[in-house]
């Protein structure tokens, strides 16, 4: 489940946004940010994700000149939610394809609440 939940919000976020005309000033490939206020949370890999509607989450969208998807960067900084206490850190690092993208995740979280995680991916070769 916790892959599914993980490949079905990469695939999203990476198709996310249509492809609009770049400002006569940005080349048509410049990157582009986005920013979210809510993510998903966990202390644990047993644990269930959680919505944290406070989380500050950017991701980064690269195109080629063609207009298509090269690279993802997405980061986010949340808070454990009630029931996600932790007693030592969690750390967990996964590599994953989502479509044909080469993507790395990983996620931290501190017995203080603090939750983190960040995903890159990469069109294949």
């Known amino acids: 489940m ?3 939940v993980l490949l079905a ?15 006569e000033n940005k080349p048509v490939n410049a990157a582009e940010q986005i920013r979210n206020d809510n993510c998903i949370v966990r202390g644990a890999e047993d644990q269930p994700y959680q919505l944290d509607a406070n989380c500050d989450a950017k991701i980064t969208n690269k ?13 986010d900084k949340g808070t454990l939610q009630p029931g996600q206490e932790i007693d030592t850190a ?13 993507c790395t995740t990983t996620e931290t979280a501190t017995p203080g609440g603090q939750y983190r995680s960040y995903r890159h991916c990469r069109l294949a070769d």
């Open 2 to 4: 916790r892959k599914y």
């Open 9 to 23: 919000a990469g695939a999203a976020a990476i198709m996310a946004g249509p492809l609009s005309a770049a400002p």
């Open 90 to 102: 969690f750390n967990f690092r996964e590599d994953s394809m989502i479509g044909n993208y080469e």
């Open 63 to 75: 195109r080629n000149q063609d207009g298509v998807l090269v690279y993802q960067v997405y980061r």
